[in-house]
């Protein structure tokens, strides 16, 4: 369905474009480390707009950290954390491992975040209309994390953009009212990388790379 993140970067830059409203304050792109940002690049060239990041995390389950039982994001000093309720109960996970997982999670945020800002002051986002990019969207929970911290910051709105979603995650995030862009939503989804002929690991220095390259630009 895409060559690469770049390739998805351009072709959700053209749709966004085309979908949201001018705003007199503008618009700010932020990308969920570390896919995200290198599709978040394009995205942001496309709409002239600065480019940042948001920086949710999973909360992985007990001997199987991929199983995400929840997520967590951070808006100043507040936590944002977001829990699978029924699945903590049906894995049996006691309340001492999700409290210790959450602030664990918390010093991984801010280190990214310092790492990847470099010093840089984040985005303001008053009254701007703040778009969230990752490569896409399985579970939702990584992405309604980040939606929830950054409705805390006063933006004008805050969209969701991913190339690619499955039906049942966008229902779910519209349901919430989140407003989600999606390019496509397959039925037949079991990963993100399925939908790339190109989908190879992203590492720090091209995260900071890219944010760098549009912070330069401004």
Not at 16 to 21: D, H, V, Y
Not at 81 to 91: N, T, Y
Not at 114 to 136: I, K, M, N, S
Request: charged share 30%; aromatic share 4%; hydrophobic share 45%.
């Amino acid at each position: 369905m895409f060559r690469d993140r770049l390739d998805a970067g351009r072709r959700l830059g053209a749709h966004l474009r085309t979908r949201l409203q001018a705003n007199p304050k503008g618009v700010v792109v932020l990308g969920i480390p570390r896919g995200g940002v290198v599709v978040g690049g394009p995205v942001a060239d496309a709409l002239a707009a600065r480019l940042d990041v948001v920086v949710p995390r999973k909360i992985g389950a007990p001997e199987e950290p991929e199983l995400a039982i929840g997520a967590v994001a951070v808006s100043g000093h507040d936590e944002i954390v977001l829990l699978d309720e029924p699945l903590i109960r049906r894995l049996g996970v006691p309340p001492g491992y999700v409290k210790a997982e959450v602030a664990r999670q918390r010093q991984e945020i801010e280190r990214r975040v310092g790492a990847y800002r470099e010093g840089r002051p984040p985005a303001e986002l008053g009254e701007r209309t703040a778009v969230v990019v990752d490569d896409g969207i399985a579970t939702g929970f990584t992405a309604r994390a980040a939606v929830k911290a950054l409705e805390r910051s006063g933006p004008r709105e805050v969209v969701l953009a991913a190339p690619v979603c499955p039906p049942d995650t966008s229902e779910a995030l519209r349901h919430e009212g989140i407003r989600l862009e999606v390019l496509a939503t397959p039925p037949r989804f079991m990963a993100v990388g399925q939908f790339y002929d190109e989908f190879a690991a992203v590492e720090d220095v091209e995260v900071r790379e890219e944010l760098r390259r549009h912070a330069e630009a401004l």
